[in-house]
């Protein structure tokens, strides 16, 4: 009726009998503005599916420096990013109804009325016309928003990146694959919904056959952050990361410095990472900033080695999910990537028993989703490759979801029943075409049974859950894999490997050291490697392609039945490690909490600044499954806020016990069930009680799977001993003054790299070496040599503390009784002098240990640098700088802002913070007006504070964090023993 509208608004039409409803549908902005913005910045959204729109939002947005861009792109040093997507929905523009019917092949105007919720016809009819919307106004948005800001990005030489997620109207892969460097993101100390983007960045670059995978990497919520990060409690997520295809960090954030002297200084508002010229350890990251740099090198080399491809489908909004609810789950020791509709249509084929993706990565099984919808050209485009020998695993579709498809319904269902046959996911599971095979209800592990594809990595560890993850690429003819896992203790892992005829070697990013696995073992077709990784530990594991070499495949002590190491897998327990330990019982366990936790279960969906509950001491496995109906297993979280209590009968955590308390460095937490009643010690005092369980209780030790959806603590923590009785408070208080045991102490026997492949023999006695040619190895090293005192301790001047004090013994800063010292932020010196009686034999090597540091170590001996240390275990071989008689040693410790922040509370306020902005969703306080010296880049007026900064995160009761040398130091001798043949 549109033509009988008048300009005024009258509608002249002559209605036939009956009742009729008139809809007038016109549309408009949706009323979205963008954020956040700087100050005259702000104004409507851009309509995303408009090539014009985003010509005019381009230029408007980088027009004023594009000249500047241009020069800098030339240098590869330029790009634009579309963020994450935030802004919800949209679903009109105004060529909306000629891009509708040029891309879903017919008119639309008759149909108009379900926009407004009303059926056209039928439901069937209906919800098929609103899928072809939804697919177009994705597609409109794939290459009018994200397609056209790349086109605009390299008409001006710079690099288009998105972060090609969060809820938009489109389909994550599509857009992903419209720029050059998809991303991802992940935050500091937290868990969360955003972690299932890395999987997605990396799977657009992989189809793309692009090395770079980029991600906003370490960003920090304010309850984690805050000054609390330094690069070893960045260490394990950022790993963890890495083996989802991270491949290059895009650090969030580097907050501009204007002022000369000032610290800390500026902030980007409440976030972090305090990744700043100003943080006490910017200058002192250069070790891990090699480390991540060695690590992003070699993976971005080659091609990734996956063996699974997961359809995301054809529906649109379409998310990528989580790789640990992909459905059916991925089986333990392979890999995957997505695939979207798109790009099977128009890059995959299949030969030579490979999923090919053009320009991409290969593969071996396609997976679709459990959908039961397919429309016609995939349907086309499946029957094509499984006849020429794909195998698909998925269930039948039962219809096409697209109204465009109605008019071949007779070639729908010839094509869908020649690709599934009689099967019906049940009785009958298999059906062949060609030289294809399609399953639908057989588990993915037994189809890549049948293919002759082990898994390609397999691990075991001594402590039975430890959580190791893995990627692999191939480069050349090379196999690369990187492994790594993410709990902060010691453990002593066998990896298998999908990979025989090759020579393992191990190479380490965080000392650049390559060197030939001194110890493994080939059989079954597979190559088993042992490696002891220290907290948070990585490895490079390469297979080159050269003949093996002989090696070392077990070690015993002289009278020991079994070998203290070996390339044999650990025998794994049972489940229900913990079945003879209920309702009464103890937990002692020593930690370190890096930054607050989250404490207990989200109350709501969606992104959250807290995310999901995570920092586990240990964590509770699923009591009923394990122990029978009416049992439950206790978790515990920690972190410098407090302490929680888990328990977790079924599915679900529930917070039973909450005990919020400021924990300050090293701390002993005490968990006491006493006839199914929790209560929490801390530091020997009791803190919390709390209510009888309606289960019978377990603890949840040595049972923190990941596939069991475990996380892990984010600081330092010894293992856990269970006591099968309740301690009573002056036992645990002795414990307590025992203090806690070495964090990370030699092993008995390790496998070492320098100076050569071989063995490092800390303990005395007799040992057998098999494998190689028989051989004995008799180890008789010098006792330790404590560096005992005492010792000065030096500060730099204008930080509040004294030039220097003395310690007769070794004790962590922020418990030291001067407040200039206890409160002290920055860099320490320490020197104590010790003698050394023993002559090393040409076969000995001489360690230092530093024992417990925060955060940063920087050594010399005799005036000779000995290294720098950012990670555990602070070591170092030191054999060449030991001299005979008096020694020097200097350490140079960094610790965080925290202590002087918190001390400067302590002080009368310079500046005035408040609630405003961000501040008032509780991320702490905003200055209120900058001061004019700052302004004026003038030095900060005497006042008795250190410290300035434009975000106020702590107050003057708030918990300190270690701080220090904490030690023991102590020199420690090893026998080393070479690998025949390849010293």
């Not at 026997?749 to 006695?765: H, K, N, R, S």
């Not at 005035?912 to 003038?938: C, H, S, T």
Request: glycine letters at 10%.
């Amino acid at each position: 009726l549109t033509s009988r509208m008048r300009p005024d608004g009258t509608l002249e039409w002559d209605a036939p009998a009956g009742t009729w409803t008139v809809l007038r549908i016109g549309y408009t902005t949706t009323a979205r503005t963008n954020h956040p913005a700087p100050d005259g910045g702000a104004g409507l959204e851009c309509d995303k599916y408009s090539a014009a729109a985003m010509d005019h939002h381009f230029q408007g947005f980088f027009g004023p420096i594009l000249k500047d861009l241009e020069r800098l792109g030339r240098r590869g040093l330029a790009g634009g990013l579309i963020d994450s997507y935030e802004v919800g929905m949209q679903n009109w523009t105004d060529r909306f109804a000629e891009d509708f019917r040029s891309r879903a092949g017919y008119d639309l105007l008759r149909y108009l009325p379900a926009f407004t919720g009303r059926i056209v016809g039928s439901v069937e009819t209906t919800e098929r016309f609103l899928w072809d919307v939804r697919r177009v106004q994705a597609d409109l948005m794939a290459d009018n928003y994200y397609g056209r800001f790349s086109e605009l990005c390299h008409r001006h030489g710079i690099k288009s990146y998105t972060e090609p997620y969060d809820g938009g109207p489109f389909d994550e892969v599509q857009i992903g694959m419209r720029v050059d460097i998809p991303m991802g993101e992940f935050w500091f100390a937290r868990r969360g919904e955003l972690d299932r983007s890395m999987k997605l960045a990396s799977s657009v670059a992989h189809l793309k056959g692009h090395s770079v995978v980029g991600a906003e990497s370490f960003t920090g919520a304010p309850m984690f952050s805050r000054w609390q990060e330094h690069p070893y409690a960045l260490k394990a997520q950022g790993d963890w990361m890495f083996t989802h295809g991270l491949t290059l960090c895009i650090f969030h954030r580097y907050a501009h410095q204007p002022h000369p002297s000032v610290l800390p200084g500026m902030t980007m508002g409440p976030w972090g990472f305090h990744f700043d010229r100003t943080n006490t350890w910017f200058e002192k990251a250069g070790p891990w900033i090699d480390y991540l740099s060695r690590c992003q090198y070699l993976l971005q080399q080659g091609q990734p080695a996956a063996d699974l491809l997961y359809f995301t489908g054809e529906d649109a909004p379409v998310d990528t999910p989580a790789p640990e609810a992909l459905n059916p789950p991925l089986p333990s020791g392979y890999d995957f990537d997505f695939l979207n509709a798109e790009t099977l249509l128009g890059r995959v084929s299949f030969s030579q028993g490979r999923i090919h993706v053009e320009g991409g990565a290969e593969y071996r099984l396609l997976v679709l989703p459990e959908r039961r919808t397919m429309t016609l050209r995939v349907l086309r485009k499946l029957h094509e490759l499984v006849r020429a020998g794909m195998w698909l695993s998925g269930p039948r579709p039962e219809r096409s979801p697209s109204l465009a498809d109605s008019a071949f319904e007779a070639e729908w269902k010839k094509l869908a029943e020649e690709l599934w046959g009689r099967t019906n996911g049940s009785t009958v599971r298999e059906n062949t075409l060609g030289q294809g095979r399609v399953f639908w209800g057989l588990p993915l592990a037994e189809i890549l049974s049948r293919m002759g594809l082990p898994p390609d990595f397999e691990c075991t560890s001594r402590s039975g859950d430890a959580p190791v993850n893995f990627i692999h690429r191939r480069v050349g003819d090379d196999d690369v894999y990187f492994v790594a896992c993410r709990r902060r203790q010691p453990e002593d892992i066998v990896a298998s490997f999908r990979v025989v005829g090759k020579r393992p070697e191990i190479w380490l990013a965080d000392s650049a050291v390559m060197a030939p696995a001194p110890v493994f073992e080939v059989r079954n077709g597979r190559t088993f490697l042992p490696l002891q990784l220290d907290p948070a530990g990585s490895a490079f594991v390469v297979f080159r392609n050269q003949p093996p070499h002989r090696a070392v495949n077990a070690v015993t002590r002289d009278g020991a039945a079994a070998p203290v190491l070996a390339a044999a897998p650990f025998p794994q327990p049972a489940p229900g490690r913990q079945a003879k330990t209920a309702g009464t019982f103890t937990v002692s366990i020593w930690c370190k909490p890096d930054s607050f936790a989250t404490l207990t279960p989200p109350r709501t969906s969606g992104w959250s600044p807290a995310g999901d509950l995570h920092s586990f001491l240990f964590y509770p496995p699923a009591g009923e499954k394990l122990y029978g109906q009416g049992h439950a297993a206790c978790g515990l979280v920690a972190g410098r806020n407090g302490v929680s209590v888990i328990e977790r009968a079924g599915a679900a955590l529930e917070a039973v016990l909450v005990a919020e308390a400021g924990l300050s460095g090293w701390t002993h937490i005490a968990l006491v069930y006493q006839d199914n009643t929790p209560s929490v010690y801390i530091d020997g005092r009791l803190v919390s009680r709390g209510q009888r369980s309606r289960f019978t209780v377990h603890p949840g030790v040595g049972e923190s799977f990941q596939s069991d959806g475990a996380g892990y603590f984010e600081g330092d923590q010894c293992a856990p001993e269970v006591v099968p009785k309740a301690l009573s408070e002056a036992e645990i208080a002795a414990m307590v003054q025992q203090g806690p045991p070495r964090f990370t102490p030699h092993r008995a026997v390790e496998i070492a790299l320098l100076p050569g492949p071989g063995l490092l023999v800390w303990e005395p006695g007799r040992w057998r070496v098999q494998g190689v040619q028989a051989a004995e190895i008799q180890a008789a090293p010098p006792p330790a040599v404590e560096v005992a005192g005492p010792w000065t301790v030096s500060f730099p001047p204008g930080l509040g503390a004294p030039a220097s004090i003395r310690l007769d013994r070794l004790i962590p800063l922020h418990r030291h009784s001067d407040p200039g010292v206890r409160y002290f932020s920055g860099t320490a010196r320490y020197e104590a002098e010790f003698a050394w009686n023993h002559e090393l034999k040409s076969s000995q090597r001489a360690c230092l240990d530093l024992g417990r540091v925060a955060v940063i170590a920087q050594v010399s001996l005799n005036g000779q640098p000995a290294g720098q240390f950012w990670k555990p275990p602070f070591r170092a071989d030191v054999t060449s700088l030991l001299r005979r008689g008096a020694n020097r040693l200097e350490v140079q410790v960094t610790n965080l802002w925290v202590n002087r922040l918190i001390g400067d509370e302590q002080l009368p306020p310079e500046a005035e913070y408040g609630a405003g902005g961000m501040a008032r969703a509780g991320f702490g306080n905003a200055i209120q007006k900058l001061p004019d010296w700052f302004v004026k880049g003038q030095p900060k007026p005497p006042g008795g504070r250190v410290t300035f900064t434009t975000w106020k995160h702590w107050d003057a009761n708030s918990p300190l964090t270690e701080a220090g040398l904490i030690g023991p130091v102590r020199i420690e001798v090893a026998e080393f023993w070479p690998l025949p043949g390849l010293s």
